[in-house]
């Protein structure tokens, strides 16, 4: 069974830092992106981070660049998210999903956290940043 459970939520004050931690079982981690969605009350979900377990490469949107930094474990299969200089726009509810890359194709993390369809997900951790 697929499992994908984040931690690390919480309420931090602005300017402050959180580490959300994914922890994965149940598929082979190697051959999968792990990605970091995010979604605010009456938005749509967008990708904050995405890291590729295959070749380690890293992706981040200009919203979280220089700010968020992903980061995994590949002998606990754990994947997580640090969260610097936080803005209250940074509030949502965060989640780890994972994708199977594609062979053949030579897909890095940026081509993965340009997909929409991950096909497995976490329950997702609450991240609150007050003014």
């Known amino acids: 069974e697929v499992q994908l459970v984040e931690s690390g939520g919480g309420l931090v004050q602005a300017g402050g830092s959180l580490r959300l931690s994914c922890a994965a079982s149940?598929?082979?981690?190697?051959?999968?992106?792990i990605g970091w969605f995010r979604q605010a009350p009456g938005k749509e979900r967008e990708i904050v981070s995405c890291?590729?377990?295959?070749?380690?490469?890293?992706y981040y949107p200009d919203s979280v660049k220089a700010r968020f930094a992903i980061s995994s474990d590949n002998a606990k299969n754990t994947v997580d998210l640090q969260m610097n200089s936080l803005k209250p726009e940074d509030t949502a509810v965060y989640y780890c999903?994972?994708?199977?890359?594609?062979?053949?194709?030579?897909?890095?993390?940026?081509?993965?956290?340009?997909?929409?369809?991950?096909?497995?997900w976490g329950q997702g951790t609450r991240v609150t940043v007050s003014s």
């Open positions: 999903a994972a994708e199977v890359i594609p062979t053949g194709f030579g897909f890095t993390a940026r081509e993965m956290g340009a997909l929409k369809g991950y096909s497995y």
């Open positions: 149940g598929f082979a981690f190697d051959d999968y992106a």
């Open positions: 890291m590729s377990m295959r070749d380690g490469s890293t």
